[in-house]
């Protein structure tokens, strides 16, 4: 199966709405056009600057996405964004379940499953994280804790909406630390969640899937990293912030689909 390759920017909570214009704008002159044929190329950047961001990336290529929404359409849910509002902004995607809103902002998987069945809802992609700690991966139970990870957050999406998600495997040891995964540790978790959707659903599904690496992928492990067997893409956080870096990185996913 010929997947297409995704690289999306996680700008996290950074930038100004002036200094996202201004990356986004960098980003549209670097990022050439032959680039964006092949690769699916995606920023995310923070609710302030979505508009402006939009706004620049409209007459590109590049698509926007939201780093995270709230599950219910509208109400008295003070500082939430819904997906309504989102959607009107022109985000195509969503970044779902991000190891630091599991983290800090306590998200379950629960909370994560009702998030991904309203962006669908509103015809936006999800790009679900999941992946385990350091400690996770110490005592070795990494394998069962994004099974449980995966088969919650996706109870009760149909096959039709499985095939509008995105999944983004992120050890959390991985995120921000320089300390990329091997091109070994990512392939055979990509094949262990390709086979968990299997399981869920059947091996066309599993077969049609995008399933990202993130954690430090920068300009240098690029090539490497998406090499690497069932790796569709990157998401990236901390290079995404770096015009030269970004574009490089789409440059490397070019030429490994070429
Ligand atoms: C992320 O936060 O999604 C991420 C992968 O961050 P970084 O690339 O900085 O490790």
């Not at 670097?30 to 923070?46: F, G, M």
């Not at 402006?52 to 003070?78: C, H, I, M, P, W």
């Not at 195509?92 to 629960?110: A, D, P």
């Not at 990202?212 to 990236?236: F, H, Q, T, W």
Request: negative net charge; charged residues 25%.
């Amino acid at each position: 199966m010929n997947r297409r390759k995704l690289i999306a920017g996680n700008w996290k909570m950074n930038l100004t709405h002036k200094e996202a214009e201004d990356l986004s704008r960098h980003l549209v002159g670097s990022i050439k056009n032959e680039y964006l044929a092949k690769v699916e190329t995606v920023l995310c950047p923070p609710y302030t600057a979505l508009e402006s961001v939009g706004r620049v990336v409209s007459r590109s290529g590049l698509k926007l996405g939201a780093q995270n929404l709230y599950f219910e359409n509208d109400g008295a849910f003070t500082g939430e964004i819904s997906a309504r509002m989102l959607k009107e902004l022109g985000c195509e995607y969503v970044i779902i379940g991000h190891s630091e809103r599991r983290k800090f902002l306590h998200e379950t998987n629960k909370v994560i499953n009702s998030k991904i069945k309203k962006a669908i809802e509103f015809d936006i992609k999800p790009i679900l994280c999941v992946g385990e700690t350091f400690q996770e991966r110490e005592d070795e139970i990494f394998e069962g804790v994004v099974d449980e990870q995966l088969s919650d957050a996706l109870e009760g999406i149909s096959m039709t909406d499985m095939r509008k998600l995105v999944i983004a495997y992120e050890p959390v040891w991985a995120i921000g630390t320089g300390l990329c995964a091997t091109t070994d540790q990512a392939s055979s978790m990509h094949i262990f969640i390709a086979n968990v959707v299997t399981r869920l659903y059947d091996s066309e599904t599993a077969d049609k899937l995008i399933i990202l690496y993130g954690g430090s992928v920068n300009s240098k492990n690029a090539a490497e990293i998406l090499s690497a067997e069932r790796v569709d893409g990157a998401l990236v956080g901390g290079a995404s912030l770096k015009a030269d870096q970004f574009t490089q990185i789409v440059q490397c996913a070019f030429e490994i689909s070429k």
